[in-house]
């Protein structure tokens, strides 16, 4: 007998920040009054969507990285809807921006005035330039991607009759001779991670090109949803793992 899952992940990049053009990557800054309204507006759209999937969940697990541009509106949103958020917060470091090292923290025409080649080599190909003292796309890539995994395993590893401390919801069972459940969650992260993210659906187990991080317009308060499809057999070993195929539906 196989079970059958399926996951909808609302992926939502934080709003504006205080400090003007500068480069944020690890600089924990908070959002400005736009960015805040920005943030509002897209949940209020992603609530929206929502409420048109086949089965709408009754609540949603809610993630976000650290940083406080996107874990303050996290707080904010499952103190404003405790019932629709009941599952405490979770904060992962794998959500963390791309550390930028020496350039992070400054002002973007600053480090074009003082790393002048450096940053054309990185803005032009930031897959095979690394900022100063800063993270490399492998290493951003792996820490990313192995967070993911884990995350949608352990999701996935629950029992599909039951959400009990996880703030999944199950839609009941469908078909002959399986399993069906349907969970929904929202993560709030940074434009890297959710480039990266894309990427991997588009080019699964690929180093994503340069033009994922320089040509592709992915704006403040920009969401995107994945839905994970995932299979296993039910009669296989204990803690076999999930098999996942994702779709991604584009940004908002």
């Keep these: 007998m196989a079970e059958h899952r399926q996951l909808n992940i609302y992926l939502l990049r934080h709003g504006e920040c205080e400090g003007g053009e500068i ?19 897209s949940w209020r759209a992603i609530s929206s969507a929502l409420e048109q999937l086949p089965s709408p969940p009754e609540s949603l697990t809610l993630l976000s990285s650290p940083a406080q541009r996107c874990q303050a509106f996290a707080a904010e949103l499952k ?63 792996s820490r990313v991607l192995d967070g ?31 399993s069906a ?31 994922v991080f320089n040509a592709l317009e992915l704006p403040y308060a920009a969401w995107v949803r994945i839905t994970l499809y995932a299979s296993r057999d039910a009669s296989g070993e204990s803690g076999q793992e999930w098999q996942c195929f994702s779709k991604l539906h584009w940004p908002q």
Excluded: C
């Design 181 to 211: 459940s349907a969970d929904a969650a929202m993560i709030l992260t940074h434009s890297g991670v959710i480039r990266l993210l894309l990427a991997e659906i588009l080019l699964p187990g690929q180093m994503p090109p340069a033009a």
């Design 148 to 178: 993911w995994q884990t995350m949608v395993q352990r999701w996935l590893a629950r029992e599909a009759n039951s959400s009990e401390g996880s703030g999944l919801q199950d839609s009941g069972s469908k078909g002959s001779g399986s």
């Design 23 to 41: 480069i944020r990557g690890r600089s924990d800054v908070a959002l400005s009054d736009e960015g805040k309204a920005q943030m509002w507006r």
């Design 79 to 141: 103190a404003d809807m405790p019932d629709y958020f009941p599952a405490p917060l979770q904060q992962h470091d794998w959500l963390w921006e791309l550390d930028f090292g020496d350039w992070d923290g400054m002002k973007v025409a600053s480090v074009y005035q003082q790393h002048s080649e450096a940053a054309e080599a990185f803005w032009r190909d930031p897959v095979a330039n690394t900022p100063p003292g800063g993270e490399s796309l492998p290493a951003f890539r």
